[in-house]
C-alpha cells in the first residue's frame, strides 16, 4: 500500500484533540495527501455504533458485546474508509486504532488478549499503523482534564483503576513495540509536547 498509516493513542485528557490538529497540520505543510478519521467511528455506521458505545444511560453493555462493537465499527472503517486510501496513496491519520482496544478491552476490562489478537487478525488481515504516537499521562491529571469537558461518557464514567490499567497497557505496548510506538510526555506544556511530536514525526516522514 502507497499510503502510510498513523495512529494516535492515550488515555482520556491526554490532548489528543489539540495535537491531533498539529500533527495534520504538520504532515500538510509536506504536501502530503491525508485523511484525518477517528474511531470508533469514521463511517455513517461505525459512528452509530460509536454512540451506542458511550452512551450510557441506555442498558449495561456485555463485555463481549463491548468488544465485537469496537472491532464492527473497525471493520466498515477499514473496508470502506482506510484501506481505498492508503491503496490511494493517501496517508491516514487516525484518532485511536486497535491499541485502544488491547488498553482498553484488555487492560481495563480485562478480557482474553488471544481474543482481541483473533479478531485483529480476522478483521485487520495484516493491515497494522505503521506509526503510533502514544500520550501518557498520569490518570489523575488526564481525568482532571476529561472532567472539565463537561458530561462525562460510558468510559469517561469508569473507575481510576480501570484508567491505570488502561495507561499501563498502553506503556507495555510501546515497551514491546518500540520500534512502532513513540511515547510523547503529555504531562509537559503545549509546545514542549508539540517538539516530541514533532520530533517522532521527522524520523518517520524523512
Ligand atoms: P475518544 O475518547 O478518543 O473519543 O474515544 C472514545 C472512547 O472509546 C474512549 O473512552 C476509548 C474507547 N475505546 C475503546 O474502549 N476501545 C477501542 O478500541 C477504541 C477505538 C476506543
Known amino acids: 500500500m502507497a499510503g502510510r498509516f498513523i495512529t494516535l493513542e492515550g488515555g482520556e ?7 491531533i490538529a498539529y500533527i495534520q497540520a504538520l504532515l500538510e505543510e509536506q504536501n502530503i495527501p491525508l485523511l484525518l478519521t477517528r474511531e470508533p467511528g469514521g463511517t455513517t455506521l461505525a459512528e452509530n455504533i460509536r454512540q451506542l458505545l458511550l452512551d450510557k444511560e ?29 491503496e490511494q496513496g493517501t496517508w491516514v491519520l487516525c484518532d485511536r486504532f486497535t491499541d485502544a482496544t488491547y488498553a482498553y478491552q484488555g487492560g481495563g476490562r480485562n478480557m482474553a488478549l488471544s481474543s482481541i489478537q483473533w479478531l485483529e487478525n480476522f478483521v485487520q488481515g495484516d ?26 461518557d460510558r468510559f469517561e464514567s469508569e473507575k481510576m483503576a480501570f484508567f491505570e490499567q488502561v495507561r499501563q497497557s498502553y506503556l507495555s505496548i510501546a515497551a514491546h513495540q518500540s520500534e512502532r510506538v513513540k511515547i510523547i510526555d503529555a504531562t509537559q506544556n503545549l509546545s514542549s509536547v508539540q517538539a516530541q511530536i514533532n520530533q517522532a514525526l521527522r524520523a518517520f516522514t524523512q
Open 13 to 19: 485528557g491526554v490532548g489528543k484533540t489539540t495535537n
Open 58 to 86: 441506555q442498558e449495561s453493555i456485555a463485555e463481549q458485546t463491548e468488544l465485537l462493537m469496537m472491532f464492527a465499527a473497525r471493520a466498515q472503517h477499514i473496508k470502506h474508509v482506510i484501506k481505498p486510501a492508503l
Open 127 to 152: 493491515l497494522r499503523p505503521d506509526l503510533t504516537l502514544l500520550l501518557d499521562a498520569p490518570v489523575q491529571l488526564g481525568m482532571q482534564r476529561a472532567k472539565q469537558r463537561g458530561k462525562l
